[in-house]
């Protein structure tokens, strides 16, 4: 079905990014404001200085929305992390409601090497915007986040080994990764408690993510501050972009379940707009977070007719993870993410592994990934090809400068160094092809 678009997309775009940066000008809470809501479950209110990479001491009096678990248990979607991640934004109370706000702007210098490489300028990040307030004896919560990306171009960024998705209907993406699109979660959800630590929750948006996966991974905390997409992203959370979620589940303490009918199919080259169809695919996840620390989840899921240049060709999914995040000495704060994802198309099964792992101490950030896919998309084939197993890991570091109390810039790089097999070495000009990055930000948090 052809979409229609939704909004004067760049217009909007541009206040958006206008009001974010005039964020950090926003007042600190009135202190009647705080003496009104500070005992009101779910609305302890978190202190407007924070250091850059800090954790509040308090932010964990602030309950989740689909629960009453810490707040910072929550990541994209309805999807979990440690209760120990990290929670970077800016908080304002306007009577019942909890306003947040965060974002991230990079300008990106990207160069891959060999046959297939490519060099790029481009712009990449997200602003995100959250409303929440006590409804009955749960928590009404809509969330809105939006990306740069569209401005890159069709084709997006050069990264060796990425394939997906499509840049102009006809041609499927092979070593670049795709823009996201400018909408990527307009979302509202309803949880209502059924018990001391139980509740139960619904959550649609369009776009939206549906529950499978682990957290998208801009948003996971070892990974965050890398400006590259993992070449794992479609066997693992390519979904947290989906034209039409809707999402049901039950908390009972420290686990979680829930299912998801939504939209399979990926979205297409028309970056600006908002799709529609058909809520026809299906996902189940199970979340449990056995400590402070760590959160693991296994999901499973059937995607109808995904890719729009494989019209009728559906695929399953599988989904295991675990991330954790904590302090290991005074100042330093480490995190990690070890995932694995299945995908089936057509009786082929395959497979993608990934490690990730960051520590900071003050403005200093280091990340790194390691990578290994199996990928029937990298020669350009009408047809599924024989399935390639290539690898990728990649290290970089940033260094961020507070300008306010919540502005701050950065400035980081990263190296990868990529591996193919021989019958590929000769595409990629050689076994072992390279890449780099450089890139500026700018953090309102």
């Known amino acids: 079905m052809r979409r229609r678009p939704a909004f004067e997309a760049e217009s909007h775009f541009v206040n958006l990014m206008t009001w974010m940066a005039s964020a950090s000008a926003l007042a600190f ?6 003496a009104q809501h500070q005992h009101m479950p779910g609305m302890t209110m978190l202190p407007a200085k924070m250091p850059i990479g800090a954790q509040p001491a308090h932010a964990m009096a602030m309950t989740g929305a689909l629960g009453s678990y810490p707040m910072t248990r929550e990541s994209s979607g309805t999807s979990w992390q440690p209760d120990s991640s ?8 306007r009577g019942d409601w909890t306003l947040m706000t965060h974002g991230t702007l990079n300008l990106v210098y990207d160069t891959q090497g060999g046959p297939r ?3 790029k300028a481009f712009a990449s990040g997200m602003l995100m915007g959250m409303a929440r307030r006590p409804l009955g004896n749960g928590t009404l919560q809509f969330k809105a986040m939006l990306s740069p990306d569209p401005l890159m171009g069709k084709r997006g960024y050069p990264l060796l080994l990425a394939s997906g998705e499509t840049a102009n209907g006809r041609d499927r993406l092979i070593d670049r990764q795709h823009p996201h699109d400018l909408f990527m979660e307009l979302s509202a959800s309803l949880s209502q408690n059924i018990g001391r630590n139980s509740s139960v929750f619904v959550y649609g948006g369009l776009p939206g993510e549906p529950a499978f996966g682990p957290p998208a991974f801009m948003h996971r905390e070892a990974i965050m501050d890398s400006p590259e997409a993992p070449i794992s992203h479609h066997w ?7 034209f039409g979620v809707l999402t049901g589940g039950i908390v009972l303490g420290d686990f979680k379940a829930e299912a998801s009918r939504f939209n399979g199919r990926e979205p297409d080259q028309h970056r600006w707009d908002i799709e529609t169809g058909p809520l026809d695919s299906t996902a189940i996840r199970l979340s449990w977070n056995p400590a402070r620390t760590l959160s693991l989840q296994g999901s499973w899921g059937h995607f109808i007719d995904p890719e729009q240049l494989e019209p009728g060709v559906d695929q399953k999914r599988w989904s295991a993870s675990a991330l954790w995040a904590d302090e290991i000495a005074p100042g330093w704060k480490a995190a990690a993410t070890l995932a694995w994802g299945r995908k089936t198309v057509e009786h082929h099964d395959d497979d993608a592994y990934v490690a990730e792992a960051s520590l900071k101490r003050g403005g200093w950030t280091a990340f790194a990934r390691a990578e290994m896919t199996e990928n029937r998309e990298l020669l350009d084939l009408e047809e599924h090809g024989p399935a390639f197993r290539v690898g990728k890991v990649s290290l970089g570091a940033v260094r961020d400068f507070r300008l306010t109390d919540h502005v701050a810039i950065g400035a980081g790089g990263l190296f990868a160094l990529n591996f193919v097999p021989d019958a590929l070495a000769a595409d990629y000009g050689g076994n072992r092809p390279a890449g780099a990055v450089a890139f500026a930000r700018l953090k309102v948090h």
Not at 29 to 34: D, G, N, T
Not at 86 to 93: F, K, P, T, V, Y
Request: without cysteine; negative net charge.
């Open 29 to 34: 809470v009135p202190a009647q404001a705080l």
């Open 86 to 93: 990290e929670h970077e934004a800016l908080h304002i109370m």
């Open 236 to 242: 693992l959370d390519s979904t947290h972009i989906s």
């Open 117 to 119: 490489g490519d060099d």
